[in-house]
């Protein structure tokens, strides 16, 4: 079973790589990785889960926070209603976005980042990614809101990028007045 210490720290060399395409089938081991996250994740987000596990809370997962350079990453969003919003996104490709750009009010998070950020990292209010699931078939969604910007930070870690290395160094808060909050 996942554990918040089995995901590596922002630190580690490995989630600064660009990680590799896959081919399919997917082997077994990539198959209960994905479950693995799964877990995590949809557990990370009950709060008596996560306190009883101490569990980070988070809606996303790539597979490079696990040690493993593969293009896959796994988005669970719990809505208000409980129900869960969920994607195992296999070699995503960008189609398009949206000119409008948000940023995430309260700031954005990474379960490999175990510190406070300052700053706002500039995303696109919508996007559609292209990407094939576990099975290997090809789909294609048009993300929103909260879940276009999991898609965005979880396609940046499969290029070796941190939501960090997203913000102004000089000025956190850069162009805030050209974004909308969400």
Known sequence: MLKTKDILDEKNPILHKKCEEITFPLNKDDLKSIEDIYKYLRDSQDDELAKKED???GMGMAFPQIGKLKRIFIISYKTEEGDFIEYTVINPKL???SNEKVYVEEGEGCLS???E???IVPRCARVTV???DEKGTYKEVRAREEIAVAFQHEMDHLDGIMFTD???KNNPFKDQDKMRSI
Do not use: A, M
């Open 130 to 132: 292209g990407f094939y």
């Open 113 to 115: 980042v175990n510190r």
């Open 166 to 168: 997203r913000i102004d």
């Open 117 to 119: 950020v300052e700053g």
């Open 95 to 97: 189609i398009s976005y």
């Open 55 to 57: 569990l980070r809370p």
